[in-house]
């Protein structure tokens, strides 16, 4: 089923890529209305992927100094796992690449997607502004008051 919106996913991973990478992918690729954003130091220029994921190439002081500059604050760089905490800045931290999008969120890639659509239709992406509040998926809308709460 087709949807209305578009919607991005972002992912940042740093360090060595998961073994189960190539399985996430394949899952990903059931969903080509959404876009999965990797950033990740790592070559990916030899993965095959799906074309619904695009991989960005960042160090992860890069992604600090982003974060320094949104919240005019002094971010010192930090162990790559604290970015799950900033998850929810992920629409301000990552703003100029996800501007087309209706929403935005995150995902873990050890989670295997069956077809999103089904179950996140467009009468739910209607209603509401957040979608989900555990950490491994959840959806925002893509408007300022939510990106800047």
């Not at 089923?1 to 060595?16: N, Q």
């Not at 800045?89 to 935005?104: H, N, R, S, T, V």
């Given at each position: ?85 900033l998850r929810p800045a992920y629409g301000e ?57």
């Amino acid at each position: 089923m087709k949807t209305k919106f578009t919607k991005v996913l972002i992912i940042p991973y740093f360090g060595g890529l998961p073994a189960h990478l190539e399985l996430w992918m394949k899952s990903c690729s059931y969903n080509v209305d959404y876009t999965f954003l990797f950033y990740t130091d790592v070559d990916t220029s030899q993965i095959s992927h799906p074309k619904n994921i695009i991989f960005k190439h960042i160090q992860l002081h890069e992604i600090w100094g982003r974060l320094s500059a949104k919240l005019k604050v002094r971010v010192f760089d930090s162990a790559p796992y604290k970015l799950c905490d900033l998850r929810p800045a992920y629409g301000e931290i990552f703003g100029d690449d996800i501007k087309e999008y209706d929403f935005w969120g995150y995902c873990d890639t050890d989670l295997i997607f069956g077809t999103i659509n089904d179950f996140i239709t467009d009468d739910i992406l209607e209603r509401y502004q957040k979608i989900f509040n555990l950490g491994h998926f959840t959806l925002y809308r893509h408007i300022y008051e939510i990106n800047t709460l």
